[in-house]
Structures are given as C-alpha cells and as structure tokens.
C-alpha cells in the first residue's frame, strides 16, 4: 500500500515537470528572444586615433588633426512605446539614441546628431513608423529607417543583411565574411563596403565648405566610403565590436577636392568587454530557457512518470496465515505419541489417575 503511495506521488510530480517542460519551451522561451519594454541604457564607445577631420569653429572651416571620441547612447522611450499601435503594437519598441563626437585633446565638440526611431523587438530591424526623426544640430527632420542599424535579429545567420548608413540615408548590403573569437564568445563577422557615394548636406552648409575650402568652385558635393564591419554574437544579436574606416571628400565642380575626413573608428577595449560580458550573460540566459531547462524537466518527468507507474501498479507479496507452517516430524515414531503423553483433549493429571485405576483392577 506505502509503494503504491508513493508511486502515485511520484506519478503527479512527473506529469508536473512535463507541463512545465511543455511551457517554458512553447510559451516562455518565443517571449525572451526580443528586445525588452525595460531595457537598461547603454553606451557604446570608439576611438579614431590621428584622425583628418572638419572643424568648424564661428563659422571658420578648416581640417585638423586629433585622435576622435564617438560615444553612441541608447535610452529606451517607454512613453512612445506604450503609444505605438497597428502592426507595430507589442512587436517593436521606440529607441531614443544620440551620438557626439569630441576630439579627445581638447574635447571640442566635433559632430553631434539624436534620433528616435521604432525596432522590431525580434529582428532588430527598423519599422516603419510615422513619428520617427533625425537632428543633426541644425532641425530636426523626418527620416525613413530600414534594415539593421543598432542590432542584429535574434539568431542571427550567417548571411547578408542590410545595414542602414546616416550619412545617405539608405541601407546597402553587410556580407558575413567569417567567425571569430571575441573575449571567448564566438562572434559572426560582416563587412559592409560604401564606395563614393553622395552625402547631402544643406544647400548653405555645403556652400560654406565650398567656398572655404575649394578655391574657385562655385559648388561641390560630399563624396563619402566607409568601410564598415561589425562582429556580431549570432545568439543574441548584439554588437560585440565595430569599426569603420570612413572618408569624405569634398569635391569642386573645377575638380579640386580637399579630404575632410579620414578615420578608423573602433570600439575601445573597454566597451567590448562590457559588450561581450553582457551579450555572454544574456545567451547563456536564453540557451537555459530555450534549451537546457525544457530538456532537464522533460528527462526528469519522463523518469517520475515511469517510476510512478511502475510502484504504483507493483502486486504486494502473499501473507502467510496463522504464521509459519510446522514442519513434519520425522523418525521411527513420526505420526505416534511418546510413552507417557497425554492423550489429546485430555490434561496430564487425569491420565495419571487412569493409570492407577487399572493397575488397582
């Protein structure tokens, strides 16, 4: 009966671990791959030592020379998320995010820009939606994101993606290259190559650059290349390491150019650590709830269950009844009682007192 008790107990607290198995991989394991409603802000940062540069100062332009600081910073806006509807209501999440550029020497602003725009919470890619904007310092302008520009997807494959540049505002393809090891993570590579496209610019900012730094052209254009690879860890979809080698020229319609930027940014040390700190913590949290929980519970209620079962419908052994059985005696006088015995149903005293009464006779 305790065997069968037990067996039972076991039996519900296999099937127990089975549902939970069945719902941490079919109910809580598709929510943890997106970005989250809470996301803590995070800074990126690069360095571009010796970097040619434009710097304008009072409205005086002129190229120098200095190592570069950009510091990138994502901030989540939850007020704008909760607004969001349609097709973009639960799946994507608004980001606020600014970038300044110092020169480390003498940490004189160089560029500065912020944005806001909507994400896929599962891809990474930019949404379409209405409210989205761009200043770069001047106005602020309305912009039309698309592809991947802060993250790649959750599962990222080993594949071309598109990757959103600003500085022409349209995406052109990032092409895996290869893996690599990154801080111990393994980390998937793309390179995105731009080659002498139009960078536009306002019509009296250009005219300004033109007019000081082109003598004798009476307008120009920004002709900008970038060369830009990312490294990627494919679980999560975060950026481990980034650079680029970015070149802008500023080009005269009499021909003449003069080179306004020169420059090979690169994630410093510092932030890929933290990058690969973060994004290592968050795979290893994603691979527990997608993979190795749901398969440990799924063993153990398979082990309960048949445990359970096979106690639980176990016969009990035969009870013996009246206790042990006598053996047989044995002998030449088996089956006869001894001299002097007291015959059955009868007491000692009385078979004594049988005995006298025939000897007297």
């Known amino acids: 009966m305790r065997s069968r008790v037990i067996g039972a107990a076991l039996f519900g607290v296999g099937v127990l671990a089975l ?19 809470d996301l803590d802000g995070t800074q990126s940062v690069a360095e571009a030592p010796n970097a040619r540069f434009l710097q304008i100062t009072n409205g005086k332009a002129e190229v120098n020379q200095a190592t570069l600081r950009s510091t990138v910073t994502v901030t989540p806006d939850t007020t704008e998320t909760a607004k969001l509807d349609g097709p973009l209501d639960g799946d994507a999440v608004v980001w606020l995010v600014g970038q300044e550029v110092v020169r480390t020497d003498t940490k004189a602003l160089i560029s500065a820009y912020s944005t806001s725009l909507a994400l896929d919470r599962k891809t990474g890619a ?27 997807p959750f599962g990222t494959e080993q594949k071309t993606y598109e990757i959103f540049d600003r500085d022409i505002n349209t995406t052109q393809p990032a092409r895996f290259i290869k893996t690599e090891q990154i801080n111990g993570l393994e980390t ?29 052209a009476t307008t120009g254009k920004i002709s900008y290349s970038n060369t830009r690879t990312v490294w990627v860890e494919p679980t999560t979809g975060q950026f481990i390491k980034v650079q680029e080698t970015q070149s802008k020229k500023l080009v005269g319609d009499n021909g003449q150019e003069t080179v306004i930027l020169d420059a090979v940014f690169t994630y410093t040390d510092e932030t890929i650590a933290k990058s690969a700190d973060t994004a290592g913590s968050n795979r290893q949290l994603l691979q527990t709830v997608k993979l190795w929980g749901p398969l440990a519970l ?24 009246g206790g042990s059985v006598p053996e047989p005696r044995s002998g030449r006088h088996a089956g006869t009682a001894s001299a002097g015995a007291a015959e059955p149903g009868r007491d000692a005293p009385t078979a004594e007192f049988d005995r006298q009464q025939k000897s007297d006779r």
């Open 298 to 321: 799924l063993v153990i209620g398979l082990v309960l269950v048949i445990v359970g079962l096979l106690m639980a419908l176990r016969r009990p052994r035969a009870a013996t009844v």
């Open 188 to 216: 998937y590579q793309f390179t995105q190559e731009i080659r002498n496209a139009t960078q536009e610019l306002p019509a009296d900012r250009l005219q300004l650059l033109v007019g000081q730094l082109v003598p004798g």
């Open 126 to 152: 930019a949404q379409r939606w209405d409210k989205q904007w761009i200043d770069t310092g001047n106005d602020r302008q309305s912009v039309n994101y698309s592809g991947q520009i802060y993250k790649f």
């Open 19 to 37: 549902v939970f198995a069945g719902g941490l991989a079919f109910v809580v394991a598709p929510q943890v791959d997106r970005l989250p409603y």
